[in-house]
């Protein structure tokens, strides 16, 4: 009994059905968040000593750099649902977190290079963190085109889910590499130890932005998996049921 | 218990035996990557400054580039012929475990590709003008590095077997796993030739072998299983 709700999962529908309750107040309600903590971050908060109006990058660069690395994992994990409990779903997870990752990871790139013209004088340096972040760009876009050209859709979902696995490997290193090939870039200013390098006045909207990028990370993977669950199961019954009243709907 | 253990490494010596053999009929497909290893070191200094102090300072970067480019070169034909001609569906159905299987084939790509590349790279870098310290550390890292390599190619290789134009994704996947490898191995070369021990560097990549070897075959086998069967 109490693995029904995983046995649940497994079933496209039940998610299709549950996510658009769900949707319902969740859309409001992240769009209203990102709406106020890049507000806050980005007109409010106090101006930096040193790198003055230029660091306010920060609140759209460094959540789109913490949700790119969660969302690898969170899309490796799918893979081994999938692979493990033979399920669709998880499968079309991961298949959208791969286009979802990839767009916050090229995000990450393009605002940090704008974000170091100003403070390190270059659009690109070959420090360890810009390095990782392109290879986890490469990463996702591996994962992307393997799953495109395989001709068999099953067989494209598991060997995604192997790539993606194995891929896993690299992500620690990238945290790593920070303490590895430590050069221009600055250190980590969140630590959940110890105090924090980052003033409150700034610390609590750069929060604010990452529980904000979370909300909107789920937002943009249900509604991508939505997506996937029509195209995929586009000749099923309870599909074109849902395409009948949406479309009587419309007429009306 | 030992039975199986004889048992287990016969199989696993049957398929390096074969594949060994196999290559040998066709040796001009191994001597592929060699020969791009020797003309891209000579072509190297004829399109920058050939002095030999600027060639020294990019000579262990550029000698670790170079053989990886040259290992991935013969990556796309190392399970086309058994998927090709069926021998990938018969060693799925026998006996033995597939990730021995795989271990033996990916043993013979090495022996014949990764050790002939680190075996000659002494006098490539001779050529480029290596410093006198870096020798032996560029031949350990690049005995050590391009089996790790060997096996993450082989993933790559085997996930694209079943596709026609696989080249251009092997060579998407098998990049960014390769980097790690990379850095190492010419962080190796590099602090060999300053003077410093390499033993580090070369202790990261014989864990990485280490890890390498437990991971990847059994992988590898997954990765056949889904693209053979379809």
């Not at chain 1, 709406?35 to 003055?52: H, N, Y």
């Not at chain 1, 893979?79 to 493990?84: A, D, H, K, S, V």
């Not at chain 2, 190619?153 to 996930?159: E, P």
Request: net charge positive; aromatic share 12%.
């Amino acid at each position: 009994m109490a693995w029904q709700w995983f046995h649940k999962l497994g079933s496209p529908r039940w998610f299709y059905e549950k996510t658009s309750r769900w949707l319902t107040w969740f859309a409001p309600l992240s769009v209203a968040l990102l709406l106020v903590g890049l507000t806050w971050g980005l007109a409010f908060a106090p101006v930096d000593a040193k790198q003055g109006n230029s660091y306010r990058i920060i609140y759209i660069h460094m959540p789109a750099a913490v949700l790119s690395l969660a969302g690898y994992y969170l899309m490796a994990i799918a893979g081994g649902i999938g692979l493990i409990w033979k399920m669709k779903l998880p499968f079309m997870v991961m298949q959208s977190a791969a286009y979802v990752g990839a767009a916050l990871t090229a995000l990450t790139l393009i605002t940090g290079s704008l974000w170091g013209y100003p403070t390190w004088g270059t659009f690109w340096e070959w420090d360890a963190r810009n390095i990782f972040m392109l290879i986890l760009l490469f990463l996702y876009l591996s994962i992307i085109m393997l799953g495109r050209v395989y001709p068999v859709r099953e067989a494209a979902d598991k060997a995604c889910a192997i790539l993606a696995l194995v891929g896993t490997v690299n992500v620690p290193i990238i945290y790593k590499s920070v303490d590895w090939w430590y050069s221009l870039h600055q250190p980590a200013s969140i630590k959940l130890t110890g105090s924090s390098s980052i003033h409150p006045s700034m610390l609590y909207p750069l929060l604010l932005c990452i529980v904000a990028y979370y909300c909107f990370y789920t937002l943009s993977l249900i509604l991508y998996t939505r997506q996937e669950i029509l195209a995929r199961e586009a000749r099923t019954k309870w599909v074109s049921e849902l395409v009948n009243t949406q479309s009587s709907h419309t007429k009306d | 218990m030992s039975e199986q253990s004889t048992v287990t490494t016969s199989a696993w010596r049957t398929i390096v035996a074969r594949d060994l053999k196999l290559i040998w009929r066709q040796r001009t497909d191994v001597v592929n990557p060699l020969v791009f290893y020797l003309i891209t070191i000579t072509l190297l200094p004829l399109g920058v400054d050939p002095s030999r102090q600027f060639l020294g300072s990019i000579a262990p970067g550029m000698l670790w580039i170079m053989a990886l480019l040259a290992t991935l070169l013969s990556l796309d034909t190392l399970f086309r012929s058994d998927y090709e001609d069926g021998s990938l569906i018969q060693f799925q159905l026998s006996a033995e475990p597939l990730f021995l299987t795989v271990l033996g084939k990916v043993t013979a790509y090495w022996l014949t590709t990764g050790l002939p590349l680190s075996l000659i790279s002494p006098v490539l870098a001779s050529m480029l003008a290596l410093p006198d310290g870096g020798y032996i550390a560029l031949m350990l890292s690049l005995l050590l590095g391009t089996a790790i390599m060997s096996l993450i190619g082989a993933l790559g290789a085997a996930l694209t077997v079943c596709l026609r134009a696989g080249g251009l994704v092997l060579t998407l996947i098998v990049m960014p796993l390769y980097l790690p490898v990379l850095i190492i191995g010419a962080n190796c070369v590099g602090s060999a030739v300053a003077g410093f021990s390499f033993l580090r560097e070369l202790a990261l990549l014989g864990a990485g072998l280490a890890i390498a070897l437990i991971v990847m075959p059994a992988a590898i086998a997954g990765a056949l299983k889904i693209s053979a069967n379809q």
